[in-house]
C-alpha cells in the first residue's frame, strides 16, 4: 500500500483527492496537512510514502524547504501538484530533489499515475524539463549563469509576479 499525505491550501483540492483514493486497492491517503509547518510532525509520526503538496502551499516561501524535506525524510518522495507553472519550478523543484511535477490541470488518474510511477522509484517530469536539464548541462558554466534564473531568483520573481512589494519579499524570504 502506498501512503500519501496531501499538502494543500484548498480543502476541495483535498476533499476530491481523498474521495478519489477513497477505495483504491493501491494508494491510501493516510494525513492531510494545510501548512508548512504541519509536514514535519505529519511525516515523523506516520508512515509516509509519497507527500503530494501544492508549491504555493501556507508557509511555503522558498525551495530551500523542499530541499529540507527531502533531506530529512529521505524515504518519503515528494509529489508537487500545482497550478503553478512547470516552466517556471519544474527545473528548480528536479533538483531540489523532488520526484514528480503535476498540474492540477491535469485529470486525477494522471496523478494517480504518477503517484503509482513515483512509488517505484521513477521520477515523473514533463518532457520539457528533461530536455531542459540536458541542454543545460552541455552548455558551459558561464553561459548557464546568464541564461537561468537561481531558484532564489525564481522564488523573488514569483512573488513580484503575484504582486508583492520588495519589502514583503524581504520578509517572507528572511532577508
Given at each position: 500500500m502506498i501512503n500519501i499525505s496531501i499538502a494543500d491550501n484548498q480543502p476541495v483540492v483535498m476533499q476530491g483527492l481523498k474521495c478519489?483514493?477513497?477505495?483504491?486497492?493501491?494508494?491510501?491517503?493516510?494525513?492531510?496537512?494545510?501548512?508548512?509547518r504541519?509536514?514535519?510532525?505529519?511525516?515523523?509520526?506516520?508512515?509516509?510514502?509519497?507527500?503530494?503538496?501544492?508549491?504555493?502551499?501556507?508557509?511555503?516561501?522558498?525551495i530551500n524547504s523542499l530541499k529540507k524535506i527531502v533531506?530529512?525524510?529521505p524515504n518519503t518522495k515528494i509529489l508537487i501538484f500545482t497550478c503553478a507553472s512547470e516552466k517556471l519550478f519544474g527545473v528548480t523543484s528536479l533538483k531540489a530533489g523532488v520526484a514528480g511535477?503535476?498540474?492540477?490541470?491535469?485529470?486525477?488518474?494522471?496523478?494517480?499515475?504518477?503517484?503509482?510511477?513515483?512509488?517505484?522509484?521513477?521520477?515523473?517530469?514533463?518532457?520539457?524539463?528533461?530536455?531542459?536539464?540536458?541542454?543545460s548541462a552541455r552548455v558551459n558554466k558561464d553561459e548557464r549563469m546568464y541564461r537561468k534564473l537561481s531558484s532564489r531568483e525564481t522564488e523573488?520573481?514569483?512573488?513580484?509576479?503575484?504582486?508583492?512589494?520588495?519589502?514583503?519579499?524581504?520578509?517572507?524570504?528572511?532577508?
Open positions: 478519489y483514493f477513497k477505495n483504491h486497492s493501491d494508494i491510501s491517503v493516510i494525513d492531510n496537512v494545510y501548512h508548512l504541519d509536514i514535519d510532525e505529519s511525516l515523523r509520526t506516520k508512515r509516509i510514502n509519497i507527500l503530494l503538496i501544492d508549491i504555493e502551499l501556507d508557509g511555503l516561501h522558498s533531506l530529512d525524510y511535477f503535476i498540474s492540477k490541470g491535469d485529470p486525477l488518474k494522471r496523478v494517480e499515475q504518477a503517484l503509482l510511477k513515483i512509488a517505484e522509484g521513477k521520477t515523473v517530469f514533463s518532457e520539457m524539463v528533461h530536455k531542459s536539464i540536458l541542454s523573488v520573481l514569483r512573488y513580484l509576479i503575484g504582486g508583492k512589494k520588495n519589502n514583503e519579499i524581504s520578509e517572507l524570504l528572511n532577508l
